[in-house]
């Protein structure tokens, strides 16, 4: 018992310092950084560049790694980034920190090297001695990981509780104003507690490089797992999330004793338990409270007040609304579902002119692009954050593979079937959460797509030992080339019927409920109703272009469908627009053409240049929250009406007559 508690320890200070760099990013910037775990690996991968690649000794490597890098990565992305996010909106920020976590890791990799490793060493030198405590093994590595929490515990809470820095950061998490009038700075304060993080990002990933390997996905799951410690302390308690987090790994330890080795159900049960914490912190927070709120206590009304002026790159600039009408008049004419259309046909002539490979890469891309008008479907009508999207989209492939592969269902049912299946699941989500802050929409669904892919996509009668179960396509759309067009009639068919709803009275009342959940109840709006709706329309989309997924790659896997590269599928499509079904396709055929190219025309170190470009197109989102697609075509809209008032000005006579009830800025618009 005693060595199991021993090993549990070891990973639950890993949970522990993560929760505690997760906590006190939240506390004093108001942003929980999903990219805390990608801060973790760029650190350890440099702190395994120096000292194993480079010989360094372990004090030398781990000063230059987690004293000086790890606080300059934080106090840089405060300086470049995060300082202009603290009254940004919860899906900005999420978006933008997932941004980070797509585009740092491949930003190391470039840097120190991209070989897979599968050992790396920690803060113990090689060899790793083991000490003997009441009979039970202790190795260096533990020891260390121990120490570590303890100085983070007691000289942390020492810090923030008895000294005047410790009271100037307090003091700004509750109004950096009122601080700045105090005579204080806060970016100076927020510069030193993201400097902060930077190194307990740092010092996570350097301590759990010899427990999990060296890799960024584990990291990532890392701090998804240590979401679970930060949910149980209302994203600000520090002490309790240390506690939790060190109890999470005592417990998962101890059920590995427990449960018998060899059992399947082991494998799958032990990753899953800190999002089962996660997932049972959350329910009880909602019940308990009706509620959450995840705003309290993130700046003061004098701090909303002045944001306008002070935190904000774009202060003073004018931005479009999500959710406006198009254009009104001549302008809408040329600029309404034109360029729509437009590209719609581009990409319907690309398989004409495309050959080999290429040809299957637009097929894939729209079936990409079919799963990503779910997020248009979640996010941008309905206005909920959620990060399980893609594991709606495995159920979808699962389900096609088993109805057509195995019981050999016609493709085409197995296909609406599959979206089927997905919908009640989409609409339990959907009531589960709908109450709930867009923050915590996040963690609810972030937890419930990483306990499917361990729960279900894991188990053996979906994996078929790694090769999955084979599907059929469709005697119609044997080829790559008949397949593009079979998808796009579907893609074609679902865009249709989103346009429809965005134009229906059920969109409009969307439209309400997005721009205010309390204005739109009292009209007498349903807001639990309409995001109901939303949700199940979500995940049947979402089940769909995951069979049709299945059906290009004429197998259905579920690794193909992890919940880490949704959040790379989230960053592409931010980055084109997320309430656009012709930025779905186009993000869709980004996230398969571009890559390509890349690899195809570019030396192989430049493999990883997409993810960053990704990345940071997810990251622009901070300054232009409708995309890429939606900001060219305002700057079109605006240079056909200059060019109208232009050649109106030109005309002699007395100029048209503008009704007074007429929005001037929308007709531009």
Avoid at 315 to 339: D, E, F, Q, W
Avoid at 471 to 498: E, N, Q
Avoid at 527 to 541: C, D, E, P, T
């Amino acid at each position: 018992m005693l060595q199991y508690i021993i090993v549990g320890l070891a990973l639950g200070g890993v949970y522990a310092i993560s929760a505690a760099g997760l906590v006190v990013t939240y506390k004093s910037a108001g942003v929980l950084n999903f990219g805390f775990g990608a801060m973790a690996y760029f650190v350890a991968r440099l702190y395994y560049f120096l000292n194993s690649q480079h010989g360094w000794n372990v004090p030398a490597a781990a000063v230059a790694s987690i004293l000086v890098a790890g606080p300059l990565l934080g106090a840089f992305l405060y300086l470049a980034l995060f300082r202009f996010l603290r009254l940004s909106s919860a899906l900005v920020k999420i978006v933008v920190t997932l941004g980070l976590s797509v585009m740092v890791p491949p930003i190391a990799d470039l840097a120190f090297g991209n070989q897979v490793i599968f050992q790396a060493p920690g803060l113990a030198p090689i060899p790793v001695r083991t000490f003997r405590f009441l009979g039970a093994p202790v190795s260096m590595d533990q020891i260390i990981v121990y120490g570590c929490v303890i100085v983070i515990v007691a000289g942390g809470g020492s810090l923030l509780r008895f000294t005047e820095a410790g009271l100037r950061v307090r003091a700004m998490v509750d109004s950096p104003a009122m601080t700045s009038l105090s005579g204080s700075s806060p970016t100076a304060i927020s510069l030193g507690v993201w400097a902060a993080s930077g190194l307990l990002a740092g010092l996570a990933g350097v301590l759990t490089a010899p427990i999990l390997g060296l890799d960024a996905g584990n990291l990532t799951l890392l701090m998804a797992a240590a979401f679970a410690a930060v949910v149980a302390a209302k994203l600000r308690n520090l002490p309790v999330a240390v506690l939790v987090g060190l109890i999470m790994g005592i417990i998962g330890s101890l059920v590995t004793k427990y449960l018998p080795p060899s059992s399947s159900w082991t494998v799958v049960v032990v990753p899953s338990i800190p999002f089962a914490v996660t997932a049972v912190f959350l329910i009880y927070q909602a019940i308990r409270r009706g509620g959450t709120d995840e705003e309290a206590g993130v700046g003061g009304a004098l701090d909303r007040a002045i944001a306008v002026q002070t935190d904000r790159p774009t202060a003073g600039v004018a931005r479009p609304a999500l959710g406006r009408g198009r254009p009104a008049g001549p302008v809408a004419s040329l600029t309404g579902y034109g360029p729509s259309l437009l590209g719609f046909v581009i990409v319907a002539i690309l398989p004409l002119v495309l050959h080999g490979f290429w040809v299957g890469l637009v097929g894939l891309g729209v079936a990409y692009g079919i799963t990503f008008l779910a997020y248009n479907l979640v996010i941008g009508e309905g206005g909920m954050v959620w990060l399980c999207v893609i594991s709606f989209a495995g159920i979808g492939a699962i389900t096609a593979g088993q109805l057509s592969g195995v019981h050999g269902w016609p493709v085409l049912a197995s296909i609406v079937v599959a979206g089927l299946i997905a919908l009640p699941m989409g609409l339990i989500v959907g009531a589960l959460t709908i109450r709930l802050g867009n923050l915590y929409v996040a963690l609810v669904t972030l937890t419930a797509g990483l306990l499917i892919e361990n729960l279900v996509f894991t188990r053996n009668i979906y994996l078929q030992s790694s090769l999955g179960v084979a599907v059929l396509r469709p005697s119609f759309a044997g080829s790559d080339r008949a397949f593009s067009y079979f998808a796009l009639i579907v893609f074609a068919v679902i865009g249709l019927f989103i346009v429809n709803l965005r134009r229906s009275t059920t969109g409009l009342a969307l439209t309400a409920v997005r721009s205010s959940e309390s204005g739109a109840q009292t009209t007498g709006v349903s807001v639990f109703q309409m995001k109901l709706i939303v949700s199940g329309l979500g995940a049947f989309v979402a089940g769909v272009g995951g069979a049709m997924f299945a059906v290009e790659q004429q197998v259905a896997l579920p690794t193909d469908f992890a919940t880490i590269a949704g959040v790379t599928w989230l960053a592409v499509l931010v980055t084109q627009g997320i309430r656009s079904n012709i930025a779905a396709l186009v993000a869709g055929l980004s996230l398969t053409i571009v890559p390509a190219l890349f690899q195809t025309y570019l030396p192989t170190d430049y493999g990883q240049v997409p993810a960053i470009l990704f990345g940071l197109g997810a990251i622009a989102v901070a300054r232009n929250p409708d995309g890429v697609l939606a900001m060219q075509a305002r700057q079109f809209r605006g240079m056909l009406a200059r060019r109208g008032a232009a050649r109106a000005a030109a005309v002699p006579g007395p100029p048209p007559a503008v009704p007074a009830d007429t929005d001037t800025t929308e007709v531009v618009r």
